[in-house]
């Protein structure tokens, strides 16, 4: 490859709000096949907002907000902030937690007026010994809709269920028709729950997801994908996803996302949308192209 025509495909992608690191990232570009995006913050707003809260009997609506909204005030997670400004929104006022626990991919847990309140997946009620009794079932149709749905249980049984919805980025369903286009095989990979990763899968045209992956894991996707012997690019946006960044032959971060997943790239999107990443793989192709 001649340095000067790669100077010129870099130079048309910062014009274009595509970031590219070097040389190398540029050629592997050309190569990819397939392209494994995390689902919040990349092809979602990564903005969630509450719009479901159910409860069993016994308890009433407001009272089971506030104590979860109270014990997510301590949680950094998107997840939290969204139940935190939709219970605000509602007028009520938060209390104060004692023993807040956090347990990464799974939920937390703490106590709210001498209520123990726990809030989070499946694994977060396994790993307290909870029954989650009728609450899996209340929740599907929410997740067939593609809500993030969250367990809750106050002391230490099952009680209610909180919905929140992180709407498509606009841009989203055009870009994956354009890499479609380019042959590129779209892998979706979510921590969230298998129901609403296969609805905002299905809405998408995305070919193949993987669900309930925890952070960890995500890397590890990557590589058994890359031992199929395909040509991985990965797109992310959280200090979660940098490790599947580097993993990746070439790692696609979100602008918009956090230092740490534009540090592992080799590739940043300004704008944090995913047509970047289809200029980015054309300008690839007609640069190596006018190399050769
Ligand atoms: P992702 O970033 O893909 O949403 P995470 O690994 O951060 O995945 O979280 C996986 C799941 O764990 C969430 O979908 C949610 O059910 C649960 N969870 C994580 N953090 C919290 C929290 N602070 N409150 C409630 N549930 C949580
Ligand atoms: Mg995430």
Redesign the pocket.
Known sequence: ATPVSIMVGTGKGASMGVLIKNAEALEILEKVDTLVV???GTLTEGAPKLVTVEVLEGIDEETLLRAVATL?RS?E?P??EA?VEGTEARGLKLGKTDNFN?V?????TGEVDGLKVA???DK?FESLGIDAEKLPALSEQYREEGQ?V?LIALDNKATGIIGVMDPIKESTAEAIEALHEEGIEIVML????ETTAKAVAARLHIDRVQAEV??EDKSKVVQALQKEGRHVAMAGD?V?DAPALAQAHVGIAMGTGTDVAMESAGVTLVKGDLTGIVRAIRLSRSTMKNIR
């Open positions: 995390d689902k919040t997510e949680s997670h997840l939290a139940i956090s990464t991919g799974e939920g937390v809030i989070g997946n977060l993030t969250m979510t921590g969230d729950n925890s952070p959280g979660n």
